[in-house]
């Protein structure tokens, strides 16, 4: 099917403009041909206009223009490729999901609907032929779609060996806490007295529970100073509840310890607020770092692997529809 070839070349192909005003030079830049498939042409306009919706800067432009023209040839040979299969989406349905479309996007404004297409340089009838082609593109990505079945538990089960970084677990601990905060400003030796206080009649025989119920001004307190989640090293703020916390083994008790409080500040960083306070930690429970059971990861393994499987085949596919078509590039230096 026609010259079976890609050229990619660095200077525009510029379309024949019949009057150059005041305006042609944007004329001629808008209507600059970057890339034709078999018949069809890809002008700089378009590809503009979809880089235009994500709001990029010029220079995005520039290193991701590439990028989106690769993804317009895309379309237009899977629609090639539909449309020599004889098949046609109805204009019904069509008709259906450009009316949802008016209402998901737009409130069902139309008004708003017609100031978008004006902001954006483009008809009712660009727009209803872009929707379209998303549908057609849609409908040939999945019926490309690989089975489940093709998914052995043995390539399951090599991908888990070979990608085991990927399913580390980190060292995790539940806390309890006792803390003395400074109500009135009182020195740090009045709160590790009181800190001390608790931690002997918890040695004489009252349960961490109850110490922590009645004792401090923890925001666990009414839950036994239980934070009632497992945590890793990195999601604990505190050097120093951090530093106590992973030294500690299951069940076991910190002496009292000095803590510099945080706040967010304004800027919205998070610092010292110059106050402190005095924790007692218990480790409730405490998992080490290893890795997750095959079992656990079996569904995202196999996501994984149906995902690389559609890549390479579509890719694959791809490249077979671009040597029977005519495909040629032109892109800004």
Not at 127 to 142: A, C, N
Not at 283 to 294: H, M, Q
Request: proline content about 2%.
């Amino acid at each position: 099917m026609g010259i079976k070839t890609k050229t990619v070349a660095f200077n525009f192909i510029i379309l024949i403009v019949s009057i150059m005003q005041s305006t042609g030079a944007e004329l001629v830049e808008l209507n600059r041909v970057v890339a034709k498939v078999n018949e069809r042409v890809v002008t700089w306009g378009e590809i503009e206009n979809a880089m235009a919706l994500l709001n990029f800067t010029e220079e995005e432009k520039k290193l991701r223009a590439n990028e989106f023209v690769d993804g317009k040839i895309d379309r237009l040979l899977s629609i090639i490729a539909f449309k020599e299969k004889g098949m046609q989406i109805p204009e019904a349905y069509i008709e259906q999901q450009y009316n949802k479309r008016l209402i998901s996007e737009f409130n069902g404004d139309r008004k708003l609907f017609r100031d978008y297409l004006k902001t954006n340089g483009r008809s009712q009838l660009e727009y209803r032929k872009d929707l379209e082609e998303e549908i057609i593109y849609s409908h040939m990505l999945s019926t490309r779609r690989r089975l489940k079945e093709e998914i052995s538990p043995e390539k399951v089960e090599a991908y888990y060996i070979k990608n085991s970084n990927l399913f580390k677990t980190e060292e995790k601990v539940q806390l309890a806490e006792i803390a003395f905060s400074q109500i009135a400003g009182e020195p740090e030796t009045v709160l590790l007295q009181q800190a001390k206080k608790v931690l002997n009649d918890i040695k004489d025989g009252l349960t961490f529970e109850e110490a922590a119920k009645n004792n401090g001004q923890s925001p666990f307190r009414e839950k036994s100073g239980n934070w009632g989640v497992m945590v890793s090293e990195n999601e604990i703020r505190s050097e120093e509840i951090r530093n106590q916390a992973f030294a500690l083994q299951e069940d076991e008790l910190s002496d009292p310890f000095i803590v510099k409080i945080l706040e967010r500040k304004p800027d919205g960083t998070v610092g010292e607020s110059g106050k402190i306070a005095v924790y007692i930690l218990k480790v409730v429970k405490k998992t080490n770092a290893g890795r997750k059971p095959l079992d656990e990861v079996r569904t995202q393994i196999e996501r994984n692997l149906a995902s690389e499987i559609e890549t390479k085949s579509h890719g694959q596919w791809l490249n077979n529809l671009k040597r029977d078509a005519y495909v040629r590039v032109s892109l800004p230096e």
